[in-house]
């Protein structure tokens, strides 16, 4: 069966740039989401997926990591770099480092080979969800969250040390800190800060969640001051300094 590079999607239906370079497997997804009523643009390299980026607006990518050439964690990189497109990483390598390192990146989600067809959509509708949650919130939001004479900008989502400089966060740790910063006094449970942050952080059963917390413990160190996030065992986390918004 040929799949049309370039289907018509349903009128007001989402359109997802389907990355997969296994031709068996891309026939079938793009089947599986048509079916479901999305609109496709199949690609099978990086070039193909610039090309169908460029042929109008689109709703999500849904990107495979083993890719020949440029590899999908490259293409995200350089994606997160001109754009705010949701990603959701579709491969083989289902390791806790790789849904990390896509989820640092700022991929939304990440999903592993081999997938049905109701869990993938599942995953597609939740980070469409979430998108058009920020959007009716009026994301990008304004302001500045200050603590510590820490700096978060939520319009240029930039973290300000108590020097001035601005420190390098990862997506996924800014939001994860913005998670914490709103609740600041209170304890967090893990799963629940899965569902507060807006890029998925993985499963409340993996350590993506602690990985995160690990590393920007680092970065919010200040000289010999640690960083003001505290472990409830069994719990999760809590944020001690006090928060102001401006």
């Given at each position: 069966?040929?799949?049309?590079?370039?289907?018509?999607?349903?009128?007001?239906?989402?359109?997802?740039?389907?990355?997969?370079?296994d031709?068996?497997?891309?026939?079938?997804?793009?089947?599986?989401?048509?079916?479901?009523?999305?609109?496709?643009?199949?690609?099978?390299?990086?070039?193909?997926?610039?090309?169908?980026?460029e042929?109008?607006?689109?709703?999500?990518?849904?990107?495979?990591?083993?890719?020949?050439?440029?590899?999908g964690?490259?293409?995200?990189?350089?994606?997160?770099?001109?754009?705010?497109?949701?990603?959701?990483f579709?491969?083989?390598?289902?390791?806790?480092?790789?849904?990390?390192?896509?989820?640092?990146?700022?991929?939304?989600?990440?999903?592993a080979?081999?997938?049905?067809?109701?869990?993938?959509?599942?995953?597609?509708?939740?980070?469409?969800?979430?998108g058009?949650?920020?959007?009716?919130?009026?994301?990008?939001?304004?302001?500045?969250?200050t603590?510590?004479?820490?700096?978060?900008?939520?319009?240029?989502?930039?973290?300000?040390?108590?020097?001035?400089?601005?420190?390098?966060?990862?997506?996924?740790?800014?939001?994860?800190?913005?998670?914490?910063?709103?609740?600041s006094?209170?304890?967090?449970?893990?799963?629940?800060?899965i569902?507060?942050?807006?890029?998925?952080?993985?499963?409340?059963?993996?350590?993506?969640?602690d990985?995160?917390?690990?590393?920007?413990?680092?970065?919010?160190?200040?000289?010999?001051?640690?960083?003001?996030?505290?472990?409830?065992?069994?719990?999760?986390y809590?944020?001690?300094?006090?928060?102001?918004?401006?």
């Open positions: 069966m040929t799949i049309d590079p370039e289907p018509t999607p349903l009128s007001g239906a989402p359109l997802i740039v389907l990355v997969e370079d031709p068996a497997i891309r026939t079938l997804t793009t089947r599986a989401l048509q079916q479901n009523g999305y609109g496709v643009r199949p690609a099978s390299s990086a070039p193909e997926m610039w090309r169908a980026l042929a109008g607006p689109v709703d999500l990518v849904l990107l495979d990591i083993m890719l020949p050439g440029t590899s964690i490259d293409l995200c990189r350089a994606l997160r770099q001109q754009s705010d497109v949701p990603i959701i579709v491969s083989a390598k289902g390791s806790e480092t790789d849904r990390v390192v896509g989820l640092e990146l700022g991929a939304d989600d990440y999903i080979k081999p997938f049905g067809t109701s869990e993938l959509i599942a995953r597609i509708r939740a980070v469409l969800r979430r058009a949650l920020d959007r009716r919130h009026g994301r990008p939001e304004q302001g500045l969250l603590f510590d004479g820490w700096q978060v900008n939520l319009s240029r989502r930039e973290l300000k040390s108590p020097s001035g400089s601005l420190v390098d966060v990862t997506g996924a740790e800014l939001d994860l800190l913005v998670s914490l910063l709103e609740h006094g209170r304890v967090v449970a893990r799963e629940r800060l569902e507060l942050s807006r890029t998925r952080l993985g499963d409340s059963s993996d350590r993506s969640v990985v995160l917390v690990s590393r920007l413990r680092r970065k919010l160190s200040h000289g010999e001051t640690p960083a003001p996030i505290v472990t409830v065992r069994g719990i999760g809590m944020l001690t300094a006090a928060v102001t918004r401006s």
